[in-house]
């Protein structure tokens, strides 16, 4: 039915892969480092093919520098030299951070994650296993309710203390001079306030 119509060629693959393999990711930089510092800084080891200064975009912060940038280099070879010679330099009052973009730690890679998984039948997250773990906390608080209980009984008589008479107005005669209670008081008994 198309007989005038060509098949459209596909793209050839744009080599996506290899950019990100160029991409370097900079961080820990100094709010104060403008982004044609930091160009100029990158540009001396190497040909530049992208670079993306990232600036808050909204909040209290917004239109300052997020504090690390991105940037791509036309080859791997460039890239490994700026991310070998920059990392750990001081730029301003800070070392910079430079690492791989996107970069994927073993640690922490899809396949790992799904291995360390544990299987349902084996996880406990249900909603009975739940209460049933906030029931046993509840009984132990009721297993110790005791230590928490208050007395209203006093331990001991109002003004029955060696020193209460300090605070009273009035002095019983029956109590020595302040003078010579002082003296019967032991040193570490008086905490001196200063």
């Excluded at 290899?18 to 930089?29: F, H």
């Excluded at 190497?46 to 200064?53: A, E, N, V, Y």
């Excluded at 291995?115 to 297993?143: C, F, G, V």
Aim: charged share 30%; net charge negative.
């Amino acid at each position: 039915m198309n007989q005038g119509l060509l098949p459209v060629p596909l793209p050839e693959d744009s080599g996506e892969v290899d950019k990100d393999q160029c991409r370097l990711w900079i961080g820990n930089l100094d709010p104060r480092i403008t982004e044609f510092a930091l160009l100029k800084i990158l540009q001396k080891h190497g040909s530049l093919t992208k670079f993306d200064f990232l600036y808050h975009k909204s909040g209290p912060d917004q239109g300052k520098p997020r504090g690390y940038c991105f940037a791509s280099y036309s080859s791997r070879e460039e890239a490994e030299n700026a991310r070998r010679k920059l990392d750990g330099k001081l730029a301003l009052s800070r070392k910079l951070a430079v690492k791989w973009a996107n970069a994927v730690d073993e640690d922490s890679s899809p396949s790992k994650k799904v291995a360390d998984k544990k299987p349902d039948t084996q996880r406990d997250t249900s909603a009975e296993s739940t209460i049933r773990a906030i029931e046993a906390k509840l009984k132990s608080m009721e297993d110790s309710q005791h230590q928490f209980s208050l007395s209203l009984k006093p331990e001991a008589l109002p003004g029955s203390s060696r020193l209460s008479y300090l605070n009273s107005e009035s002095k019983p005669s029956s109590i020595k001079p302040e003078q010579n209670l002082l003296e019967e008081i032991e040193e570490d008994d008086i905490n001196p306030i200063f």
